[in-house]
């Protein structure tokens, strides 16, 4: 009794005549084989969940070494463009400077390109005896981040590339508000510039032949020696005259030495006068500009021998010869 109820008696049947197979296991047997299948099953279970969250790992870490690989790519390309824009925002700043000397303004200093890399210093040491520390270092950043040496690098890597581009972009934005002020300072020049050389007498306001030069001469009216205050131009009574810059009809009148005569101001210091004319086609206050009609040669006034045309230049003041004021 005591025997049947520490054993299991398996029976096997091999057929209607062959007599049936007993196996007597122990039950304490048949307990430790059920606890070790349990277990080998377990540890199977276990082997095979590592496998699969393995294989995931992987799997993931395969796409994002893909995006990285994108992001590493986007981002040089992205740098490229960028130091391509410092480039050409160094050649704009040297042609401002170039701009600033050429209209008369102090020119700025050129801030060159940016370095991209922040301030660096402090003590060093031989390479040699950090090579532990640094591998031990390097072991614990990947048990902390759990990302392979090959996936930490590419983030390093980019990351560098951003603050790079990051430098970059704030060096262009300072850059850009500098620049687009010193364009505005050179605008201004150049409109001033502008309409100082349209005011600046340059044409023939007449066609002919120079009569009489700028300077001393013998008087034809007294036979003394005197100052010749402009250049004479012979033409035909009625030829048209022309305003030779802009400006401003200061006078408009008759003198009984120049005859009928105008003065204009074209500002910057520069007057300019026309004797003896036939007829007068502005009045005091008119604005003309360079090639407009504003009067007839002629002969009026008693220092006047023939039709010619009597033109007068004076910068501050004083006379100058009106020849150096002709470039046509």
């Not at 294989?55 to 995006?67: C, M």
């Not at 042609?95 to 890399?117: C, V, Y």
């Not at 006047?304 to 009597?310: A, F, N, R, V």
Request: hydrophobic letters at 35%; charged letters at 25%.
């Amino acid at each position: 009794m005591k025997e049947s109820e520490e054993t299991l008696t398996v029976i096997i049947f091999r057929g209607a005549r062959a007599n049936p197979w007993r196996l007597k296991i122990r039950k304490s047997i048949m307990k430790h084989g059920l606890i070790f299948g349990l277990a080998l099953l377990l540890i199977q279970g276990g082997i095979i969940t590592h496998y699969v969250y393995q294989w995931n790992q992987l799997s993931e870490l395969g796409e994002i070494k893909q995006e990285l690989t994108t992001s590493r790519a986007r981002t040089s390309n992205f740098s490229t463009e960028v130091d391509g824009m410092k480039k050409r925002m160094l050649v704009l700043e040297t042609l401002n400077r170039k701009l600033q000397t050429m209209f008369g303004l102090e020119a700025d200093e050129i801030q060159g390109l940016p370095s991209g890399l922040a301030g660096q210093g402090g003590e060093e040491l031989p390479y040699e005896g950090l090579q532990e520390e640094t591998s031990f270092e390097a072991g614990l950043s990947i048990e902390k981040t759990g990302l392979v040496p090959e996936v930490s690098k590419s983030i390093s890597i980019t990351d560098r590339k951003i603050t790079e581009i990051k430098a970059g972009l704030e060096w262009l934005g300072q850059q850009t508000e500098l620049e687009s002020q010193i364009l505005k300072d050179l605008s201004a020049a150049a409109q001033e510039k502008a309409d100082q050389w349209a005011s600046t007498p340059s044409i023939w306001p007449v066609r002919g032949a120079l009569t009489s030069k700028f300077g001393p001469r013998v008087s034809p009216f007294t036979g003394k020696r005197a100052l010749h205050a402009g250049i004479d131009i012979g033409s035909p009574a009625g030829t048209e005259i022309r305003s030779p810059a802009s400006g401003k009809v200061v006078v408009a009148a008759y003198d009984g030495r120049m005859g009928k005569f105008i003065r204009i101001d074209h500002g910057y210091g520069i007057e300019t006068t026309y004797g003896h004319l036939s007829k007068i086609h502005v009045k005091y206050g008119d604005k003309v500009h360079r090639g407009d009609l504003i009067g007839l040669v002629g002969s009026t006034g008693k220092f006047s021998t023939g039709p010619h045309l009597h033109y007068q230049v004076a910068v501050n003041d004083t006379v100058v010869d009106p020849i150096h004021y002709i470039l046509d």
